[in-house]
């Protein structure tokens, strides 16, 4: 046998190693997100509710102020 081509059974084992941390992260990291897109969409209706809210609101100050500004 070669010795270039003998493998390290120590480095090879760290590698392993990192290799299963890595996947654990990446796991972690995919729930994390699909948390996120879930709380995302959710939020969604809200965002929809609060501008016809804050719509409805404006153009009643705007009739309002218009119909007093231009009242004879």
Known sequence: MDHDNQ????KYGQLVATVDALEKKIDKLESSVDYLCEL???SKGGM???MM???AFSSFIGFMSHYFVTKP
Do not use: E, L, R, T
């Open 7 to 10: 493998v390290d059974m120590f």
């Open 40 to 42: 995302a969409n959710k």
């Open 48 to 50: 929809w509710a609060g």
């Open 53 to 55: 809210v804050v719509s």
